[in-house]
């Protein structure tokens, strides 16, 4: 265990807490008051059963941080509400609960490589490439004399998602997505 201060903890840090018990941080957001003391907000959940927490601390409070390995492992396939991935030098493959998937779960294509943490031999959390390319299956056509500048339009990418779209990207173009909020970020290149 590492000692680290409220404001230096991370998205998929597993951290111990107050209760003994280890938690993995789904999100820390640290707010900077003009006037008292700065904080730091964690949304949190525990290992052992999957409770989520919030939790807000001074911004220096020191935390104790568990030594986390990071495995990249290989998506498979999708098994009921697990989803299975293999470590591709042991070949050793992993179920993940969808509720550990989380948000990610549209974004999972198959072979894609994910980074999975592990405590104890046991999946805790993942983390997938942050951009990826789809295809737009359906999206409104353009609108002339409408100038690309602010406006934007609805699309239904392959995965079954909906996102916003500049007005000159049409259906079946192949676009780079952000997998953190499903935004557009530019056209393909390939």
């Known amino acids: 265990m590492v000692k680290v201060i409220a404001s230096g903890v991370r998205k998929g840090n597993v951290i111990e807490h107050e209760d003994g018990k280890l938690y993995v941080v789904l999100k820390a957001e640290s707010m900077h008051p003009g006037k008292g003391t700065p904080t730091t907000t964690i949304d949190m959940r525990r290992i052992s ?11 220096t409070d020191a935390m104790e941080r568990a030594f986390v390995e990071t495995i990249m492992h290989t998506y498979l396939y999708q098994d009921g509400d697990n989803y299975v991935f293999m470590n591709p030098t042991t070949f050793e493959q992993i179920p993940l609960t969808a509720d550990m998937v989380g948000d990610f779960a549209p974004y999972l ?46 699309a239904m990418l392959s995965n079954g998602v909906r996102t916003m779209v500049p007005p000159h990207v049409t259906s079946g173009t192949r676009i780079v997505v952000d997998t953190t909020d499903g935004s557009y970020v530019e056209r393909a290149k390939d």
Request: proline content about 7%.
């Open 49 to 59: 059963d999957g409770v989520k927490t919030v939790v807000r601390y001074k911004t």
């Open 109 to 154: 294509q198959e072979g894609m490589e994910c980074q999975i943490a592990m405590f104890n031999d046991g999946p805790i959390s993942i983390e997938i490439p942050q951009r990826i390319t789809l295809e737009i299956t359906d999206t409104e056509p353009a609108i002339k004399n409408q100038t690309a500048s602010s406006s934007f339009k609805p």
